[in-house]
């Protein structure tokens, strides 16, 4: 893929990241249930690769931040690691993971990813806030029993356009 193709994609992921979320916020507490900005750079590491991937997961929050005000500063550092994380592993995960049946290809490189980006996430809060503040307890709370709704939702929708994609040739 040429490095136009990837900065047009990256860019409409990026925009569709930073949209997506506003449908959802509307509703209280639905971007930290539904995590509606994950899905898109979960998708653009697939898509553009890890470097791209990366920088989409990067910009995604930092752009919405400062267009919307969300997500909100106490949260904008560990969402923008996590995700620059999760854009960053699935596309070094779906380059180096070599399983021939795309649709459980694309599922273990989005789960190492997501386990990734999550545990990434909780280390950075655990730095950010105060000492005893940011405990195992709140982290399992908030990464995994809070958000299940957008855990199973990016389970079921991700490897389902990823493998659609990519039978379309929209990348490699």
């Not at 596309?91 to 190492?112: D, M, W």
């Not at 940011?134 to 991700?158: C, E, K, N, R």
């Not at 990519?166 to 990348?171: D, I, R, T, V, Y």
Request: glycine letters at 8%; hydrophobic letters at 55%.
């Amino acid at each position: 893929m040429n490095k136009t193709k990837q900065l047009v994609l990256t860019a409409l992921l990026i925009a569709i990241g930073v949209i997506l979320p506003q449908a959802f916020h509307m509703i209280p507490n639905a971007g930290s249930v539904v995590l509606p900005m994950h899905i898109p750079v979960l998708i653009s590491g697939y898509v553009v690769g890890p470097f791209y991937g990366c920088l989409c997961g990067i910009l995604t929050p930092v752009l919405s931040h400062f267009i919307f005000g969300m997500p909100p500063a106490p949260v904008l550092p560990g969402m923008i690691f996590e995700l620059a994380v999760y854009g960053l592993m699935t596309g070094l995960l779906n380059r180096i993971i070599r399983i021939e049946k795309p649709l459980t290809k694309a599922y273990c490189v989005l789960i190492l990813s997501m386990m990734a980006g999550r545990v990434t996430y909780g280390i950075l809060n655990a730095l950010i806030f105060k000492a005893g503040s940011y405990s195992l307890s709140v982290w399992i709370a908030a990464a995994f029993v809070t958000a299940l709704p957008g855990i199973i939702l990016q389970l079921l929708l991700i490897p389902v356009l990823v493998t659609r994609l990519q039978k379309a040739k929209l990348f490699d």
